[in-house]
């Protein structure tokens, strides 16, 4: 979706500000919060595309004004309650009112921690040959889907250049909606900035994604 | 770098932000219903706070430093090298190790989101996940890098890396002058978390740390 999530090339939002000794947590809750989110992730509640998608679907203002892990809160407590596993009425209450639903992998307990601190696989069987080898020009489709794509605007209808080929990989577009992994060749492909960004661009930038083979077109 | 303050600092107040009353409240209805246990929330934050961190990320920089098959190796396939140090296996299947010469320096993004190589270097800062720095990497680099006081000679080129699939990018910054001889636990000191995602350089010797 054209979001405000895909901010690549806006303007008008100002200075990077690092925070020198910057602390891991500013607020306690910001911790629960993402204990949350991995647990009932790792529960199967959801995957990690749909939980991406229920951030970009917060209303633009509220996106741009929340701190980061209140964009969390506010995906994961939507997402829970579309999902069914919670009610509107349970989260005014502040209490369980209604049964729970049968979570894909069970109660998230002690014994599941380990498993979430090794990082998911994401590689998948291809289940056809890669279309573009190394080298190959390709362009970056001009496609803007209402649901989750990881296709940013800022190079749809530019040209690049294949430079690494990644596998086949779970297909964010369609996982995120539910719709099965799908799985997709994932190639990284480069741009020189001044095709995206026209002759005032800086001259010494290249810029790349990591591009799914939908969103590519031979060029 | 970032453990060793006391992040415990609210419970002095004693007024709850609706916010916090909110995270409790959902905290609360997910344990009633049996979907999570609070200690096993504990136990994934204890984990963050004490097993990630830029540490891991150093060790593997100061290691292609001194190691040239390794390094060779980590260009190759990044996940792959990694995972033949014990210390840090869990970086999964798709870190990819991109290499700063006196020609090319690397810096990387994720403009969609917030997607950071969290088991090499934690979780990531505030800037890394907000607007103004998601915006303007791709597009205005050297003005973003002047932001960190980092000037780069004006022919070097820049490469920035937009993670925008489940790949991870991890910079192998640029050994300082004047470091030979070091080992690696000497020079694992000077890689700093900025210095990993493209933002930094290393500390140089002597410059206080």
């Not at chain 1, 090339?9 to 204990?35: C, I, T, Y």
């Not at chain 1, 369980?96 to 998948?124: C, Y």
Request: proline content about 7%; overall charge negative; aromatic content about 8%.
């Amino acid at each position: 979706m054209n979001g405000v999530h895909d901010m690549g090339g806006m303007d008008g939002f100002g200075k990077v500000e690092p925070e020198p000794n910057e602390p891991m947590f500013h607020e306690e809750w910001e911790s629960r919060v993402l204990a949350m989110v991995r647990a009932m992730g790792a529960a199967g509640a959801f995957n990690i595309d749909t939980s991406r998608f229920y951030r970009e679907t917060l209303p633009p203002h509220v996106y741009l004004s929340s701190s980061y892990y209140k964009k969390w809160f506010l995906g994961l407590e939507e997402m829970l309650i579309e999902k069914g596993y919670l009610t509107r009425e349970e989260v005014t209450a502040g209490h369980a009112m209604q049964p729970a639903k049968t979570l894909k992998h069970g109660k998230f307990d002690l014994g599941q921690v380990e498993r979430i601190m090794v990082r998911g696989k994401f590689a998948r069987p291809a289940p056809a040959p890669a279309k573009f080898n190394i080298g190959d020009r390709v362009r970056a489709r001009n496609i803007h889907p209402t649901t989750h794509t990881r296709l940013p605007r800022y190079v749809r209808g530019h040209v690049g250049v294949v430079e690494l080929n990644h596998g086949c990989h779970v297909f964010p577009d369609t996982a995120a909606m539910e719709l099965g992994e799908s799985p997709q060749w994932l190639y990284t492909v480069v741009f020189e900035g001044r095709d995206l960004w026209g002759e005032d661009g800086d001259p010494t930038l290249k810029v790349s994604i990591d591009a799914f083979e939908p969103y590519l077109d031979p060029a | 770098m970032s453990h060793d303050h006391d992040h415990h600092h609210d419970h002095d107040h004693s007024e709850l932000s609706e916010t916090e009353l909110r995270v409790r409240a959902l905290e609360t209805i997910l344990t009633e219903k049996g979907y999570v246990e609070p200690a096993a929330l504990d136990a994934i934050i204890q984990a963050y706070e004490t097993k990630i961190g830029p540490h891991n990320g150093a060790r593997v920089v100061a290691k292609a430093w001194t190691d040239p098959a390794f390094k060779k190796a980590l260009l190759e396939d990044g996940s792959k090298a990694i995972g033949t140090l014990g210390h840090v296996s869990r970086v999964g299947d798709h870190l990819v190790v991109v290499e700063n010469t006196p020609e090319r320096h690397n810096m990387v993004v994720c403009t969609l989101c917030s997607c950071y190589p969290w088991e090499m270097l934690g979780l990531p800062p505030v800037w890394y996940k907000a607007a103004p720095y998601r915006s303007r990497a791709v597009k205005d680099p050297r003005g973003v890098l002047a932001d960190f006081d980092v000037t780069l000679p004006k022919d070097t080129e820049i490469r920035v890396w937009d993670s925008t699939a489940e790949t991870r990018f991890l910079v192998l910054p640029m050994r300082p002058a004047g470091t030979e001889g070091w080992s690696e636990e000497q020079l694992a000191e000077l890689v700093t978390r900025d210095s990993m995602i493209g933002t930094g350089f290393p500390r140089t010797p002597g410059a206080p740390s």
